[in-house]
């Protein structure tokens, strides 16, 4: 996956949130900071922290991609990650559940509404609570009978209630009216009961991006953690940049080894954000890894520096020398940031956010010499993921195979189930060893996941690619358009009918010829309409019919 476009201008980074304990605790957690971020054409103050992954050097670029504290390196051990020192442990047990994740961009969150979504298995509701401006998680199921709150409302309290009785609960999980309950004795005493809480998980608002914290009990270990941030480059004014989120059938593992490997980029997406006839050797070096992940660089022009943090944060950073006309000289730099969220087995959230520093004219921004929408941009970075997608499905249908049938871990035999010769691969094989050795070979899911079928071995190849179901649904600006769109091809249909209608009543025989091409202009703009929204519900991609 490869995202070289860029969209709105993030010219400076937010990180506003405001956690609080478990329901009933005496106490308050907050975590605050104030940065201002540019969406688009949107402005939002939110409040600072200006905090990264642990690290310390002074530099953009030691601050990215320094090696961490007692490196792991590497040699022949990088190609082969099922043969490294089985007697190499990590110092402390990596826990799934002891991270913030990015669920959702907070632009294309409804806050009118209760979202659901799956976070490690587990299903949980976001919504936003009109009194404190603060998005909640909540486990997805209402304490009474089970029913899922995120099937709800926010009601004119603005707590959120519960569709099948009516139970209404407050930000912080309380509930506060049980219908049923008689106003005196012990239903009256039921509101008090920890049995009638919602479970609540910490939050936080970050560069755009809500947080969530996976374990309700986790509060402290929320407050002590810093989320991941975007790289500096992206406050920069001679950057822009775009967003764009979509739910993948194909698991985390498929995703993350994906986005681990550029030279795929030239082949999975010509035409698109590379060409087959420009592909060559990407030699890449391991600088470090360990349970924190890894990273690595390759020499050349361009140059592609990349670090994984675990578990989902990829930073690629592709540095291109060229020369233009009148100008000169020119660096180009751009930034492919994807956090990939593990929702359930086979199913992954892409939250990818893109920066460059060049052709500015041509990215959605603040600015007013940038027309171009963010809607048109989600175009061409849903050709990426759809460049990938039936590639990576029957790429995992042959690993889960291998997995079920003789039980094996396709991670510790990788490079036997796998033929990996290049120095392209190694970031590849870094990621299924830091899988192996750190991640226990899959996420932490909660519940049981046993006897389950993964989606891409089960779903077409239109279900696959299905963008409306997949993105539009999700993103705020997708959904805009396709109902304007969808607005005006009803009045283009309409004005046809009614031209055509009325083109033999004049008798002067040039109004006539006015209204018949009236109808024929109103049927072509409606045909054209219709044609665009395939663009936000389903196009086709067959790789052999781009030459």
């Given at each position: 996956m490869?995202?070289?476009?860029?969209?709105?201008?993030?010219?400076?980074?937010?990180?506003?949130?405001?956690?609080?304990?478990?329901?009933?605790?005496?106490?308050?957690?907050?975590?605050?900071?104030?940065?201002k971020?540019?969406?688009?054409?949107r402005?939002?103050?939110?409040?600072?922290?200006?905090?990264?992954?642990p690290?310390?050097?002074?530099?953009?670029e030691?601050q990215?991609f320094?090696?961490?504290?007692?490196?792991?390196?590497h040699?022949?051990?990088?190609?082969?990650?099922?043969?490294?020192?089985?007697?190499?442990?990590?110092?402390?047990k990596?826990?799934?559940?002891?991270?913030?994740?990015?669920?959702?961009l907070?632009?294309?969150l409804?806050?009118?509404l209760?979202?659901?979504?799956?976070?490690?298995?587990?299903?949980?509701?976001?919504?936003?609570?009109?009194s404190?401006k603060q998005?909640?998680?909540?486990?997805?199921?209402?304490?009474?009978?089970?029913?899922?709150?995120?099937?709800?409302?926010?009601?004119?309290?603005?707590?959120?209630?519960?569709s099948?009785?009516?139970?209404s609960?407050?930000?912080?999980?309380?509930?506060?009216?049980?219908?049923?309950?008689?106003?005196?004795?012990?239903?009256?005493?039921?509101?008090?009961?920890?049995?009638?809480?919602?479970?609540?998980?910490?939050?936080?608002?970050?560069?755009?991006?809500?947080?969530?914290?996976?374990?309700?009990?986790?509060?402290e270990?929320?407050?002590?953690?810093?989320?991941?941030?975007?790289?500096?480059?992206f406050?920069?004014?001679e950057?822009?940049?775009?967003?764009?989120?979509?739910?993948?059938?194909?698991?985390?593992?498929?995703?993350?080894?994906?986005?681990?490997?550029?030279?795929?980029?030239d082949?999975?997406?010509?035409?698109?954000?590379?060409?087959?006839?420009?592909?060559?050797?990407?030699?890449?070096?391991?600088?470090?890894?360990?349970?924190?992940?890894?990273?690595?660089?390759?020499?050349?022009?361009?140059r592609?520096?990349?670090?994984?943090?675990?578990?989902?944060?990829?930073?690629?950073?592709?540095?291109?020398?060229?020369k233009?006309?009148?100008?000169?000289?020119q660096?180009?730099?751009?930034?492919?940031?994807?956090?990939?969220?593990?929702m359930?087995?086979?199913?992954?959230?892409?939250?990818?956010?893109?920066?460059?520093?060049?052709?500015?004219?041509?990215?959605?921004?603040p600015?007013?010499?940038?027309v171009?929408?963010?809607?048109?941009?989600?175009?061409?970075?849903?050709?990426?993921?759809?460049?990938?997608?039936?590639?990576?499905q029957?790429?995992?249908?042959?690993?889960?195979?291998?997995?079920?049938?003789?039980?094996?871990?396709?991670n510790?035999?990788?490079?036997?189930?796998?033929?990996?010769?290049?120095?392209a691969?190694r970031?590849?094989?870094?990621?299924?060893?830091?899988?192996r050795?750190?991640?226990?070979?899959?996420?932490?899911?909660?519940?049981?996941?046993?006897?389950?079928?993964?989606?891409s071995?089960?779903?077409?190849?239109?279900?696959?690619?299905?963008?409306?179901?997949?993105?539009?649904?999700?993103?705020?600006?997708c959904?805009?358009?396709?109902?304007?769109?969808?607005?005006?091809?009803?009045?283009?249909?309409?004005?046809?009918?009614v031209?055509?209608?009325?083109?033999?009543?004049?008798?002067?025989?040039?109004?006539?010829?006015?209204?018949?091409?009236?109808?024929?202009?109103?049927?072509?703009?409606?045909?054209?309409?219709?044609e665009?929204?395939?663009?936000f519900?389903f196009?086709?991609?067959?790789?052999?019919e781009?030459?």
């Amino acid at each position: 996956m490869a995202f070289v476009v860029c969209n709105t201008s993030l010219q400076t980074r937010t990180f506003s949130s405001a956690t609080s304990l478990a329901p009933h605790s005496s106490k308050t957690l907050t975590i605050f900071s104030t940065r201002k971020i540019r969406q688009g054409r949107r402005t939002t103050n939110l409040s600072p922290l200006r905090v990264s992954t642990p690290l310390t050097p002074t530099t953009q670029e030691q601050q990215l991609f320094e090696p961490e504290p007692q490196p792991t390196h590497h040699s022949q051990e990088d190609r082969n990650p099922d043969e490294g020192d089985e007697n190499e442990r990590s110092d402390s047990k990596f826990s799934w559940t002891d991270h913030w994740y990015p669920v959702s961009l907070v632009e294309d969150l409804d806050p009118s509404l209760p979202t659901p979504f799956q976070l490690l298995g587990r299903d949980i509701v976001l919504w936003k609570e009109p009194s404190s401006k603060q998005w909640i998680a909540f486990d997805d199921k209402c304490p009474h009978r089970l029913a899922p709150l995120s099937e709800g409302r926010i009601d004119e309290d603005g707590n959120l209630q519960c569709s099948y009785h009516g139970w209404s609960f407050s930000g912080n999980g309380s509930c506060v009216k049980i219908p049923q309950a008689s106003s005196e004795g012990p239903e009256a005493r039921a509101l008090q009961s920890p049995r009638a809480c919602a479970k609540k998980f910490p939050t936080l608002v970050s560069q755009g991006l809500l947080f969530v914290w996976p374990d309700e009990n986790g509060w402290e270990r929320a407050m002590a953690t810093k989320p991941p941030m975007l790289p500096d480059d992206f406050d920069k004014p001679e950057f822009s940049s775009v967003t764009i989120q979509r739910d993948l059938f194909y698991g985390y593992d498929t995703l993350m080894e994906n986005v681990s490997d550029p030279s795929h980029i030239d082949f999975a997406h010509h035409k698109v954000t590379g060409r087959r006839d420009r592909a060559k050797p990407l030699p890449f070096k391991l600088d470090s890894s360990g349970p924190w992940g890894f990273s690595g660089a390759n020499d050349g022009n361009p140059r592609i520096s990349a670090k994984f943090v675990a578990p989902c944060y990829y930073m690629n950073k592709i540095e291109i020398d060229t020369k233009l006309p009148l100008v000169g000289d020119q660096k180009w730099v751009i930034w492919i940031c994807s956090f990939n969220i593990p929702m359930a087995p086979g199913k992954t959230r892409s939250i990818v956010c893109s920066a460059r520093n060049f052709f500015q004219f041509t990215v959605p921004g603040p600015k007013w010499w940038q027309v171009f929408p963010r809607w048109q941009e989600h175009w061409i970075s849903n050709k990426v993921y759809d460049g990938d997608m039936i590639v990576l499905q029957g790429q995992e249908k042959i690993f889960y195979s291998k997995s079920t049938e003789g039980s094996e871990d396709v991670n510790k035999n990788y490079t036997k189930i796998t033929f990996t010769p290049t120095q392209a691969d190694r970031l590849v094989l870094a990621f299924r060893n830091w899988l192996r050795r750190y991640g226990n070979s899959q996420p932490e899911w909660f519940g049981s996941t046993t006897d389950q079928s993964l989606p891409s071995t089960v779903l077409s190849k239109r279900q696959m690619l299905d963008r409306f179901e997949q993105h539009t649904l999700k993103c705020s600006s997708c959904k805009g358009a396709y109902n304007a769109f969808q607005k005006l091809q009803k009045f283009f249909v309409g004005a046809t009918v009614v031209c055509c209608a009325t083109a033999g009543i004049p008798a002067d025989v040039q109004q006539r010829i006015i209204l018949g091409g009236l109808a024929l202009l109103s049927a072509g703009l409606a045909y054209v309409l219709h044609e665009l929204q395939k663009n936000f519900v389903f196009v086709d991609y067959v790789h052999a019919e781009i030459d």
